[in-house]
């Protein structure tokens, strides 16, 4: 079998990740949806998370990410206090 072939290999491009701009009201999080406050960049791609799920998943993600980008602090800036319960 083909190394080059397959699902693994379909959607790999040569565009590079631009994992400097701000995340915005259209990043959504990969697990649920949400608004995405953390970008995950892999050797591969990237995954964008929630606070919620960047939390949850941050000791997998930690071990293989080559950069993480939290914006997390936006939370209290843009929803207070209660913020921090609900993240």
Request: hydrophobic residues 35%; proline residues 5%.
């Amino acid at each position: 079998m083909d190394p080059g072939c397959g699902w693994l290999y379909g959607n790999v491009t040569g565009t590079t990740i631009d994992n400097t701009a701000p995340l915005t009201a259209a990043d959504r999080c990969d697990r649920c949806g949400a608004q995405a406050y953390v970008r995950v960049v892999l050797p591969v791609g990237e995954l964008l998370f929630c606070a919620h799920h960047a939390r949850e998943h941050a000791p997998k993600f930690a071990t293989v990410a080559t950069h993480v980008q939290d914006e997390t602090d936006r939370l209290h800036a843009e929803h207070g206090s209660g913020a921090r319960a609900l993240s």
